[in-house]
């Protein structure tokens, strides 16, 4: 099935988040699935990405050129990232044991690049260019190992998605409150009424 990479899909504040929330509903085996089960839509999502990650990436459009072919490294880097950063937040601290696992997967991601990052204004490189997928990705990842960037990493609690709270009070609880915020406020009045039903039917 064809995703539609809407901007809701590219809440997470940053690539590596993105990417990793492209597994739905983690840890609920019944109803989690995987959106990169198609290759194909990884090209998609790096199509949609160059634009809504355009700040993050300096303007440089990523590619994907052969998505199936790099398919096990993005889905490495991806596994690798979710795995480190969701036990971060709900630990609070990052568990060593998965660093080899997730800079092993940065690597791979990296191997072959010869492209030059982090200059002012060129933090990806130089934008003229497009930057493969892949080693965007990874050096996407390997940014959230900056120390204010993991403290501010949440889940949410809606769909679990991981996300960055950039918010002046580090108070943001929902990654995308016109989505999954609303939900919860829905789900939370339609209790609320049926509560005072049940409450009126037993007077």
Known sequence: MTVSWTPHR?????????????VVLRG??????????????????????????????????LAAPSPATIAPVVLSIREATDRLFRGAVSKGSITTSDLPGFLKACSDGLDGSRTEIGAPGKPFGDPVTPIAFETALAVSALSLLCDDTAARLRICPNCTWLFVDRSRNSSRLW?????????????????????AENEAKNA
Do not use: W
């Not at 940053?14 to 492209?22: E, K, Q, R, Y």
């Open 175 to 195: 990654c995308d409150m016109a989505v999954c915020g609303n939900r919860q406020k829905a789900r939370r009045h339609y209790r609320r009424r049926r509560m």
């Open 28 to 61: 609920d085996p019944r109803r989690s699935f995987d959106r990169f089960d198609d290759p194909a839509e990884i090209a998609r999502f790096a199509d949609a990405a160059s634009r809504f990650r355009a700040a993050e990436l300096g303007g440089r459009p």
């Open 10 to 22: 590219f809440t997470g504040g940053l690539l590596a988040l993105d990417t990793a929330n492209t």
